[in-house]
């Protein structure tokens, strides 16, 4: 896939007075891909993580880019910075046990006038400007924000020994996605105001149980997480998509 190929896929944001850092958390151990690095897995070609930053690279409400990955990817993850040419990263880190962990380990890194920042799963590559826009947009009147996608299968609460426990009414109900944006100071406080907060799976939930408003913006059902095998096979569906436009 050449250059122009590959910029075709993503849409370009026409402002940047309101461009904020985001921290790419890509440090996870890949448990379910056999053994595999998610991250570096081709999607007709092209890795994973390579079209996740070429997403935040290409919005112009993202003023730079850090990513933070595990000591052993390191150095892979810089040749496919320079090989997509992510001219707005300014760092590469190694990250926690935990992703709360690599999170902070990002959050360090930030200048001190940067008061707000976005937080996206590395495994998330079909992200498009107009949500990241909206959740950056979100964030000049609320404490944190992130985008969600509305949940159509029928949710079924179970007993604990697999009984159908009861029907949940699902109008009310969306799944979590990234980017989930924060206050860079709130949710410092934040983390340090909960005993457990490494028990929680993602920063909206931190900023929530702390107390503070969080907003949630429409997300796409094809921002989907690269999880299992299975994943690649749909998000190569989503490309072959896109190229037939």
Do not use: W
């Not at 699902?170 to 909960?194: H, N």
């Amino acid at each position: 896939m050449n250059k122009t190929e590959i910029e075709l896929q993503y849409d370009i944001c026409d402002k940047s007075d309101n461009a904020i850092p985001v921290i790419i958390v890509a440090a996870g151990a890949s448990s379910r891909m056999k053994g595999i690095n998610k991250q570096f897995m081709p999607i007709l070609g092209v890795p994973v993580i390579a079209r996740t930053l070429m997403a935040f690279e290409r919005c112009n409400d993202i003023s730079k880019i850090i990513v933070v990955t595990s000591k052993e990817s390191v150095i892979d993850m810089q040749l496919i910075c320079e090989k997509y040419a992510i001219s707005k990263l300014c760092d590469i880190i190694v990250g926690g046990n935990c992703r709360h962990q690599s999170v902070m380990a990002g959050i360090e890194r930030l200048d001190n006038n940067d008061k707000k920042v976005l937080i996206h799963d590395g495994a998330r590559p079909f992200v498009e400007t107009k949500i990241i826009c909206a959740v950056v947009d979100a964030l000049n009147d609320f404490d944190a924000a992130l985008c969600v996608s509305k949940i159509n299968d029928t949710v079924k609460k179970l007993s604990d020994d697999g009984i159908v426990a009861a029907t949940i009414d699902r109008s009310m109900l969306y799944s979590a996605q990234t980017p989930q944006g924060v206050d860079v100071e709130k949710y410092k406080i934040a983390c340090q105001s909960i005993s457990n907060v490494e028990a929680l799976t993602d920063d909206a939930s931190i900023m929530e149980n702390a107390g503070y408003t969080v907003k949630a913006v429409i997300g796409s059902g094809r921002n989907i997480k690269i999880t299992t095998p299975d994943d690649i096979s749909i998000a190569e569906a989503f490309v072959r998509g896109e190229n037939e436009v």
